[in-house]
């Protein structure tokens, strides 16, 4: 490490004033023509007797001239354009070094301390070369991975993707990420990248929730899925969300009443509905035995059958079940008089693309929910599990809506929910990260009128605050920090910001998080949009917390993501 310190080129030396929090470096005249806003840079200091590295980004370059600032000598300037010796042989170029990780020297090798001290002006800086990475992350080799280079350099940035369990390489607890920034920012890309720098850890179970399919199209890119199944030894399934099989009398009874079934039998008030309900769940469980085709409990997959409707087109009909849902006999002739004229053979329609929702019957590849949710402590534990929202061919057999859709995830994220606490239980981690791209059309900060997605928005929400204990991490991508719930977004630990978000009440809640740090903000609004460089587009992040090896000190870090899937694929499997 020494050795390649000492071959590293040195770009200035620190200056004054500095602080532990950012130091001043007056940049050598040799490197005033370089690119070094970005660069990773480091420095040699003795600390407690002992040596030490620090290392960070340059975020800003100043120039300062104090002849020039002269009133008598600007107006000389005005009048030549420069003025020999004073222009550009009297120019002092400074930058700014947020310093986010320091390694001290131990008998074991280099392990993480802090910067505890300002050293003396004059101390050497130099930029970090591959050399210098490599010797000082020797002991992190098996666990880097890389997203992208270093922000204005060519140096791969090293970053960690630690499992969720208690064994190596993992953290002993889940943590929760978010991605942000606006369309054509490059984050879903990047979530792409991120998961598959978790997806090298074979005990490992992800799930994506994707609503454009961008994840699902993972089984037809060769080069990725080859990195999967022959490097990681990873499954990928894909689940469209219509094939998903619901389960349970009390969520049958919800959507049956949402899909407008008692309307058509003219029963609207909301508490007639309801009672109207609980009279098809008795004959469901059997316990009006005298009905036909029912002797007994029938089975939620066994909603769909002719013989099982008939018994509820019966019992509706009966004056002792009728007077469980009026008293007014005027009511109960109208439901009878409906009954008959729409018939049993349309009626029989309906309840059976409702029914569908729970049966195997008909669907291609069909799951249930809650075996789905409890196979990531089983047989698809360490899988890659897709479940595609996009919808794009919806059977016409089953009641299919935006509040049915929302009922479908909603009971997906509980049952995964339960899982992980049930695992916990047990003494065990779940180890699952869970991501969701498009995030704040599931969890948008505004209260929601449609109860269906305010439950969805509530799981989410009691799930970040819960399921961290139990192994079970949450990974929301989103377009705005404002259009994520804000109890969401406190609970992340991992911050991703792509462009986007340099203005306005986005700008502001990037302030908050990131502490208020005018420099890194200073460096991330240079950001140039990825659609003013359609050849060659470059997505720009920066990022803060534990996902790098060199920001444990909670100095957001910035990077150019690599190209995907040619380049990225290439530092992941270079063989």
Do not use: C
């Not at 590295?53 to 107006?75: C, F, H």
């Amino acid at each position: 490490m020494r050795n390649s310190f000492d071959q590293a080129e040195r770009i200035g030396v620190i200056g004054s004033p500095s602080s532990t929090h950012s130091l001043v470096s007056d940049i050598l005249g040799t490197a005033v023509d370089k690119r070094l806003v970005g660069s990773l840079s480091i420095f040699n200091f003795t600390q407690d007797g002992s040596d030490h590295y620090a290392l960070g980004q340059i975020t800003e370059i100043k120039l300062r001239n104090v002849w020039s600032e002269d009133p008598t000598m600007r107006g000389l300037i005005r009048q030549k354009g420069s003025v020999d010796p004073i222009t550009e042989r009297q120019d002092t170029h400074t930058a700014t070094m947020l310093v986010s990780s320091v390694f001290g020297k131990t008998s074991n090798g280099f392990e993480p301390s802090m910067l505890g001290t300002v050293p003396a002006t004059g101390t050497p800086i130099k930029l970090v070369n591959e050399h210098v990475m490599r010797d000082l992350l020797a002991d992190y080799a098996g666990e880097v991975f890389y997203l992208g280079r270093a922000y204005g350099s060519s140096i791969l940035l090293p970053m960690w993707f630690k499992h969720f369990g208690p064994e190596e390489g993992g953290v002993g607890e889940a943590y929760h990420i978010g991605v942000f920034g606006k369309t054509g920012s490059g984050k879903s890309v990047l979530s792409k990248m991120l998961m598959l720098g978790y997806a090298k850890h074979r005990q490992m179970t992800i799930f994506v929730l994707d609503p454009q399919g961008e994840f699902a199209k993972l089984q037809s890119e060769p080069l990725v899925a080859d990195v999967l199944v022959k490097k990681f030894k990873k499954e990928v399934k894909v689940h469209d969300l219509h094939n998903l099989v619901l389960t349970g009398n009390d969520l049958f009874k919800k959507v049956l009443t949402l899909s407008g079934f008692f309307d058509r039998l003219g029963i609207f008030a909301d508490e007639n509905k309801a009672r109207a309900a609980d009279q098809v769940d008795v004959i469901l469980q059997g316990r009006r035995s005298s009905l036909r085709g029912v002797s007994g409990p029938v089975k939620p997959w066994h909603f769909y059958r002719r013989e099982t409707f008939e018994a509820i087109y019966d019992g509706l009909q009966i004056e002792e079940v009728l007077t469980l849902i009026y008293s007014g006999k005027e009511f109960r002739d109208r439901v009878r008089s409906a009954l008959t004229t729409i018939g049993p053979d349309q009626l029989y329609e309906h309840w059976q693309r409702v029914a569908n929702l729970f049966t195997y019957e008909g669907k291609t590849a069909p799951v249930e929910i809650k075996k789905l949710a409890k196979s990531v402590t089983e047989e698809a534990k360490g899988q890659i599990i897709i479940i595609n929202l996009s919808e794009v061919n919806v059977p016409t057999n089953i009641f299919w809506t935006d509040d049915v859709r929302m009922i479908v995830i909603n009971e997906f994220l509980q049952s995964l929910s339960s899982e992980a606490q049930a695992t916990y239980k047990q003494g065990k981690a779940l180890n699952t990260l869970v991501i969701l791209d498009e995030a704040h059309r599931l969890a948008p900060r505004e209260r929601q009128e449609n109860p269906a997605m305010e439950q969805v928005k509530n799981t989410l929400k009691d799930a970040v605050r819960t399921t961290r204990k139990y192994g079970l991490g949450w990974m929301f991508v989103s377009q705005t920090l404002s259009s994520l719930d804000r109890e969401i977004i406190n609970q992340i630990r991992i911050y991703l910001f792509g462009f986007g978000l340099a203005y306005g009440i986005e700008l502001q809640a990037l302030k908050e998080i990131i502490g208020g740090n005018e420099e890194a903000i200073r460096l991330y609004q240079l950001f140039k949009d990825p659609q003013s460089t359609p050849h060659q587009k470059e997505y720009s992040f920066m990022t803060i917390g534990p996902v790098s090896p060199l920001s444990f000190s909670g100095i957001p870090l910035f990077f150019l993501a690599l190209n995907y899937p040619g380049e990225f694929l290439q530092q992941t499997n270079p063989s």
